[in-house]
């Protein structure tokens, strides 16, 4: 009875399972890490963490070194929350390995285990140090000599005081490894006092040590010699994956000796590498596989070289790619559990049952990371650990083991109330009662022993197989399944009904793509598949399944598709020249309609996109899988492709071929547009647009600049050794200007000259105009406009022809150079300068120019601008309608001292709907306009002066007036103004004054 209960008891922990709150064995959620402690921390206080869930509460305990951690016994432990707290710790009792163990009713794990160190940095012992005394150009090393220390140093120098630290190149080196000071050759200014300086980077603590005095010796000066490698790396560097990798490289050496890096094994330094302190320090971050080897440093100077190497290593500690997980198995059945982990060396496996290492025995199975437990019974409940090791780290994984023994239970699994299945089948009832150990099945038709026969047998499983079904095994079957812990039993009906048949079977079909088809499947309702815009991709067999529930039949057609052919394979490009590709292919699908002809394609970097190609023969037909391509142009990289065709359609394109480019030839293509002219004295300047790339033909590519004085024999010639160059100077004291040359430029390559390009003139540069244009003359227009104007200067030879005039306007407040620039081209010798301030003194001056530039000023002539125009708008503006006219009247304008007096009055209207304005001009203040009513009027009134337009009124709106509302006005204004008592006809308005 005890038994039982426990086994219903442990039943019951495992229906739990859905439940939050459920019964499980220890997980870890934090597990310790090994740390470095600061000896001088203020804290004083060490803290390993270890968190564990698990229902019961685990209870935790701790090991150093393999040895329960008695808390009782040592008032410096503690354990809170799991975790261990050491006070007062202590380097020589608290250093070593640290593990959690954590411990419930299910079962215990071990934690990794996590190593505790402390940092220190003592001071150092020695107070002095002797003079070094070494020669000029020598080199020299200072050795610091770090005091008794835990923890990762860094190290520097100080030069006689303090902040005056060492600078670090390729003449002076501090390897982080020793501390030492190299200097590779000894110069004057390095005479002085070095003080090493030590930092824990743990603790910050920074200790200086003893100063070292050098000096140089007065035995003359060290000759040159060869590099000596003072500072370099182990012969082997076992570098962990992820980890950043250091080698130190320093040589000694007159002259100082430059540091490269490179791979015995010929292959580059990863690029991810980067050297500091002058090459001296290569550093490699996150070291991989790949970045392994045998590396090389090389010291060199002009009396040699000298090299030191050292093996990168490659190790990773373990680190998990497969796992175990948690296992509820019923009493007898059995377990296999895999656990795999990679890392450099290869990792080992050892399995822990509840913390204590796991022997293979019996039903214990042990092989690298798998487990297998065979028959399990209860106690073989329990936790499980695989631990995967290599000398590089240690890494767990844990899982429970749950067994249960439980009587037979349909609850969940009870058998199906209906199975159908048709004349002739078979048909498998399943029984499958939760149960544990495994129980005995019997089975029931009816109330009778259902007896074995070779139509019916009870599986392994207990399931009951029945074949040939026949009307007669229809009925009500019952499983019964007893264990030691009891009977339970389940019924269901068997129905057996008549198979199902297919009235109209789908049948093969042809077709072509694009069109659409029906495939009929008729059982006893319509299931027919269509298909429109049939693809290639639809071809295939197709099955119709006809499904009931008792069984089900297939019926098969075949679906051919006939469409465009596939991509042509394998485009070759078998030999090549400079103007033919010779090409080969494999035909791909034809889709079923043979393929009538290939087209070949080509591009180049200049070509846009694909382009189709000549070829030999002109048409390929379907049976021809090679052909020569004609007609390209040599020195081009070519790709090819092959498109093919059938009577369907025209397919997708092959894949492209490697690229080839063809071979060289004579360059053929001739400069264009060769031209010129200009420039500056003594030049002659020679243009023209450059061969473009596709068409030079050849590597080398350049240009050959011809020319001569017009009339001559004889050519003077120049070679340009650049493709891109599209012009050529020529200078010489000598060279008249503005004279005729004939020019023609030629190309060359790597192959030879080509021809030139047909003879064109090109003029020698001007000289600038030699005389100053005269009789210079400038009158104001307006407040804002200058009319200038003058005469060409009579010049007594063509080298300095004319091409424009340039005017300088500048008022006399500001300075010359910083006048105004008008530019005038060919004869014309008159101007207008415009956007001038008005009534203000402005100096204008004209000089000629040509392409060779300016010639001579004129003199200056001055000139005043007139008034600006009446700042105020005109006002009271009002209007009345008679007879088809309007009538404007508005008040006098009155310029101010400073401004141009009135001499009349524009007034501009337009219809409301166009842009166009008219304009009239009247030296009164009213005017008489005969307008359409029928439209909408826009009008603004401004005055005009000789200082130009003045400020403008408002616009005013005279809205349309109907035909018929006119003739009912009468011809007298006054009778005009009873019309109407909605409308008012006269309207009084006063413009807005500009200030």
């Not at 199906?416 to 002739?424: A, E, F, M, N, Y």
């Not at 399943?430 to 019916?456: D, M, Q, V």
């Not at 339970?488 to 079977?505: I, N």
Request: hydrophobic letters at 35%; a neutral charge.
């Amino acid at each position: 009875m005890r038994l039982l209960w426990e086994l219903l008891m442990l039943q019951s922990f495992m229906l739990g399972l859905a439940d939050d709150n459920m019964l499980h064995g220890p997980v870890f959620i934090q597990e310790p890490n090994s740390m470095i402690f600061p000896l001088d921390s203020e804290e004083n206080k060490v803290k390993l963490n270890c968190e564990v869930k698990g229902n019961p509460k685990p209870t935790i305990r701790w090991k150093l070194n393999g040895t329960n951690v008695d808390v009782g016994m040592d008032y410096r432990y503690s354990v809170v929350g799991g975790s261990l707290l050491i006070n007062n710790p202590n380097k020589t009792q608290d250093i070593g390995m640290y593990q959690c163990i954590a411990t419930n009713s299910f079962g215990t794990i071990v934690s990794r285990e996590a190593k505790l160190q402390f940092a220190y940095l003592e001071n150092f012992k020695t107070r002095t140090r002797s003079t070094v005394s070494v020669r000029q150009g020598q080199g020299m090393v200072l050795l610091c000599g770090p005091p008794p220390h835990s923890g990762e140093l860094t190290y520097a120098w100080i030069f006689n005081e303090y902040p005056s630290f060492v600078h670090q190149d390729n003449r002076r080196f501090v390897s982080q490894e020793t501390g030492n000071l190299y200097i590779a050759k000894v110069e004057t200014s390095d005479v002085g006092n070095y003080t090493c300086v030590v930092t824990n980077t743990v603790t910050n603590n920074k200790v200086l040590g003893p100063p070292t005095p050098l000096i140089l010796r007065n035995d003359g000066v060290m000759g040159e010699y060869e590099p000596k490698i003072e500072v370099q790396f182990p012969e082997t560097v076992p570098s962990a994956k992820g980890a950043t990798v250091k080698l130190e490289c320093f040589a000694l050496g007159n002259p100082v000796p430059t540091i490269s890096w490179r791979r015995a094994d010929g292959k580059q330094i990863p690029r991810k590498a980067r050297r500091h302190k002058s090459s001296g320090v290569l550093e490699i971050p996150n070291f991989q596989q790949e970045d392994s080897g045998l590396y090389e440093c090389v010291a060199e100077n002009v009396r040699g070289k000298n090299v030191a190497r050292g093996q990168l290593t490659f190790y990773a500690p373990p680190n998990w790619i497969q796992k175990i997980s948690d296992a509820h198995l019923a009493i007898e059945e059995s377990i296999f559990w895999e656990c795999k982990a990679n890392g450099r060396p290869k990792p080992s496996y050892s399995w822990l049952k509840d913390g204590e290492s796991l022997m293979p025995q019996d039903r214990i199975q042990i092989e690298h990371g798998a487990l297998t437990i065979t028959n399990v019974n209860l106690s073989d409940a329990g936790m499980y650990q695989c631990v995967a090791e290599n000398r590089h780290g240690v890494i767990f994984t844990s899982a429970e083991l749950s067994v249960i023994a439980v009587g037979p239970d349909f609850s969940k699994t009870l058998l199906k109330r209906l199975t159908l299945v048709k004349v002739g089948g078979e048909v498998i009832i399943e029984c499958k009662p939760k149960a544990s150990p495994r129980p005995t099945y019997t089975w029931k038709k009816g109330k009778e022993i259902l007896r074995e026969n070779e139509r019916i047998n009870i599986l392994d499983d207990g399931s009951l197989r029945i074949v040939n079904v026949t009307k007669a095994d229809a009925g009500s079957y019952s499983c019964i399944a007893t264990n030691h812990f009891g009977t339970a039993s389940s019924t269901g009906s068997l129905v057996v009904k008549d198979p199902t048949r297919v009235v109209v079977p789908p049948s093969s079909m042809d077709v072509t793509v694009g069109e659409s088809i029906v495939l009929p499947c008729q059982q006893d309702s319509a299931g027919d598949l269509m298909i429109r815009s049939i693809q290639l991709k639809h071809a295939g067999k197709y099955v119709c399944m006809v499904q009931t529930t008792v069984d089900k039949l297939s019926a098969t057609a075949d679906l051919i598709v006939r469409g465009p052919p596939g991509p042509p394979e394998a485009v070759t490009i078998d030999e090549i020249t400079d103007t033919t590709a010779q090409l080969s292919w494999r035909p791909g699908a034809d889709n079923h309609s043979p393929i009538t002809m290939y087209v070949i394609q080509a591009r180049t970097p200049f070509s846009v996109g694909w382009q189709a190609v000549n070829t030999v023969p002109d048409v390929i037909d379907g049976k021809t899988f090679t052909a020569t391509v004609v007609g390209l142009n040599p020195w081009v990289e070519y790709e090819f492709r092959a498109v093919a065709a059938n009577l369907i359609g025209i397919g997708e394109p092959s894949r492209s071929s490697e690229k080839r480019r063809t071979e060289e030839a004579l360059p053929e293509v001739t400069p264009a547009n060769v031209s010129g002219g200009g420039g500056s004295k003594s030049e002659l300047v020679i243009t023209w647009e450059t061969v473009p790339e596709e068409l030079q033909n050849g590597g080398g590519f350049g240009y050959v600049v011809a020319f001569r004085p017009f009339g001559t024999i004889s050519w003077m010639q120049t070679v340009v050794a650049s493709s891109d160059a599209s012009r050529y100077v020529f200078r010489n004291e000598s060279l008249p200007p503005f004279t005729p040359y004939e020019v023609k430029v030629g190309v060359y390559n790597n192959k030879g000259e080509g021809s030139f390009s047909p003879v064109t003139v090109v003029y020698s540069a001007e000289e600038e105009p030699t005389r100053a244009p005269t009789n210079v003359f400038a009158k104001s227009l307006s407040a804002s406009d200058i009319e200038v104007y003058w005469a060409s200067p009579h010049e007594t030879q063509s080298k300095g022809r004319i091409q424009g005039y340039e005017v300088r306007c500048w008022r006399h407040e500001d300075k010359e150079e910083n006048a105004r620039k008008i530019r005038t081209i060919g004869n014309r010798t008159s101007t207008k300068v415009t956007n001038l301030k008005g009534n203000a003194l402005y100096h204008l001056a004209v000089k000629a120019y040509n392409t060779a530039g300016l010639g001579p000023s004129s003199a200056t002539v001055n000139v005043t601008t007139k008034k600006p125009p009446p700042s105020q708008p005109p006002g009271n503006i009002i209007w009345n309608s008679s007879d088809s006219k309007i009538i404007l009247n508005w008040d006098q304008v009155k310029a101010l001292d400073n401004e141009s007096e009135v001499k009349g009055y524009k007034v501009l209207y337009r219809w409301n709907r166009q842009s166009s304005t008219s304009v009239i001009e009247t030296n009164k203040t009213s005017v008489e306009l005969s307008l359409p009513f029928n439209e909408d009027y826009i009008i603004e009134i401004k005055p005009f002066s000789d200082g130009g337009d003045g400020s403008s009124s408002e616009q005013i709106r005279i809205p349309k007036i109907s035909n018929a509302y006119a003739r009912g006005s009468g011809t007298s204004t006054s009778n005009a103004c009873t019309l109407s008592a909605i409308s008012t006809i006269m309207i009084s308005l006063t413009a807005r004054s500009s200030l």
